[in-house]
């Protein structure tokens, strides 16, 4: 699949730039002061590649800030979270491969939005 598909979300925005067979590559907005829920990946790994504003990352029991230019990497079934504690909007450009990219292949063990 190629093109954009947008979703808004209470955190921000994701979009679907590229998808392949057992890979997708997204844009995610997070607005400044927002977070991302904690979560893992049964069947995908992700790479995460900051290209404006600054991440604050944790992987596993690890927090770190992660800048413009650098990037990270999530393992498959590894808890995670991606957080905005900046003034300005954090966008992240993100590679997901695995065995399946959908968008249920998802656990929250923490969400401010209270989704399951």
Same mark, same amino acid.
């Given at each position: 699949?190629?093109?954009?598909?947008?979703?808004?979300?209470?955190?921000?925005?994701?979009?679907?730039?590229?998808?392949?067979?057992?890979?997708?590559?997204?844009?995610?907005?997070?607005?400044?002061?927002?977070?991302?829920?904690?979560?893992?990946?049964?069947?995908?790994?992700?790479?995460?590649?900051?290209?404006?504003?600054?991440?604050?990352?944790?992987?596993?029991?690890?927090?770190?800030?992660?800048?413009? %230019?650098?990037?990270?990497?999530?393992?498959?079934?590894?808890?995670?979270?991606?957080?905005?504690?900046?003034?300005?909007?954090?966008?992240?450009?993100?590679?997901?491969? %695995?065995?399946?990219? %959908?968008?249920? *292949?998802?656990?929250?063990?923490? *969400?401010?939005?209270?989704?399951?």
């Amino acid at each position: 699949m190629c093109g954009v598909l947008r979703e808004e979300r209470p955190w921000g925005f994701w979009e679907v730039l590229f998808e392949g067979v057992d890979f997708k590559v997204k844009r995610l907005g997070v607005k400044p002061g927002q977070r991302l829920s904690l979560q893992s990946h049964a069947k995908r790994a992700e790479h995460w590649v900051v290209v404006k504003g600054t991440a604050t990352v944790t992987i596993g029991d690890k927090t770190k800030e992660v800048n413009k %230019g650098e990037s990270v990497f999530v393992s498959i079934q590894e808890k995670h979270r991606l957080q905005n504690k900046g003034a300005v909007d954090l966008e992240i450009i993100e590679v997901q491969n %695995g065995s399946y990219v %959908g968008e249920d *292949d998802i656990t929250r063990y923490e *969400d401010d939005y209270a989704r399951k």
